[in-house]
């Protein structure tokens, strides 16, 4: 057969497969075992952080825009949720460890620091274990640490999901009424076209783009002031020009940052007055007018 009409037919990879002449009801009977939005008890709003390939911060993002929410907002209480279950980074950024206790509902209690709930694979193994497990485990992992998990009361969940647009990705943005997706990049070009993909799963799934942060965006020189574009230039901007998607802010690369994750003190609470925690505090403005 030949290769152009084996796939001849419309498949969509995040919704249901059809082909032009299917019926309104045809399609809408081969929804149905489509995971059906459901809300997490006690959270008022969920957004999701993703990137279309590891290592742009993404992580360092998500620890940092919550605890800036939560500095724009005093009033609010603020969670995070690690969905990265092979390699969960939440532990150390946020300086915790330990097994969660259970509730009396049997519930597990989320672990705080900086007073901010936090829920990760990485407090149920140990750190130096590698998590080998199939996809339906995975799922199984996060449907607990979704739904099993005492978050209430709540008014903001933020979701470090794992890098790419796999099984993982997509079932949270379809079981999940989320306010909406940011997503997190550095100017190369590599990491700009994964980003793209990621942008086009979650409009699939009809789960708005907040914004994109562009991580590392320039390098400026302690000793001299002289900008450094270490990992390109201006690639947000590129971005943005031709999806349409909003900047939410540009963080510029110190070592710093680094240092203080490292340790388990992210720079908005350990340097509140530092360049870095302005930018943050600045998406943090965009993204609760933008989801509230």
Not at 120 to 138: K, N, P, Y
Not at 161 to 166: K, L, S
Request: hydrophobic share 40%; with cysteine.
């Amino acid at each position: 057969m030949c290769i152009c009409r084996r796939f001849s037919t419309h498949e969509d990879p995040f919704g249901v497969r059809s082909s032009p002449k299917q019926t309104d009801h045809q399609r809408q009977m081969m929804a149905k075992g489509l995971p059906k939005q459901r809300p997490i008890e006690g959270v008022k709003n969920i957004i999701c952080v993703a990137s279309g390939k590891g290592g742009v911060g993404k992580s360092t993002t998500t620890v940092n825009l919550a605890l800036a929410i939560a500095a724009e907002d005093p009033k609010s209480k603020v969670g995070i949720l690690d969905a990265d279950i092979y390699g969960p980074s939440i532990p150390k950024l946020m300086n915790l460890s330990g097994e969660p206790e259970l509730s009396a509902d049997n519930k597990m209690e989320p672990l705080v620091n900086y007073g901010v709930k936090c829920m990760s694979m990485g407090f149920l193994v140990d750190e130096t274990s590698a998590i080998v497990w199939r996809g339906l485990m995975v799922m199984s992992a996060i449907e607990k640490l979704l739904r099993q998990v005492n978050w209430a009361p709540l008014d903001w969940l933020l979701v470090d999901m794992p890098p790419g647009t796999g099984d993982v990705q997509l079932s949270i943005a379809q079981s999940l009424p989320l306010k909406g997706a940011i997503l997190v990049t550095t100017p190369q070009d590599i990491a700009l076209a994964d980003v793209r993909r990621g942008a086009t799963m979650f409009q699939k799934v009809h789960v708005p783009v907040l914004g994109v942060v562009e991580n590392m965006s320039v390098f400026v020189c302690p000793n001299c002031g002289t900008s450094h574009h270490i990992f390109g230039q201006k690639g947000a901007q590129k971005l943005s020009r031709e999806t349409g998607i909003e900047i939410l802010g540009e963080v510029p690369l110190d070592g710093r940052v680094c240092e203080l994750s490292d340790a388990g003190q992210p720079i908005v609470v350990a340097e509140p007055n530092s360049s870095q925690t302005a930018v943050f505090k600045s998406i943090a403005r965009k993204v609760l007018e933008k989801a509230s």
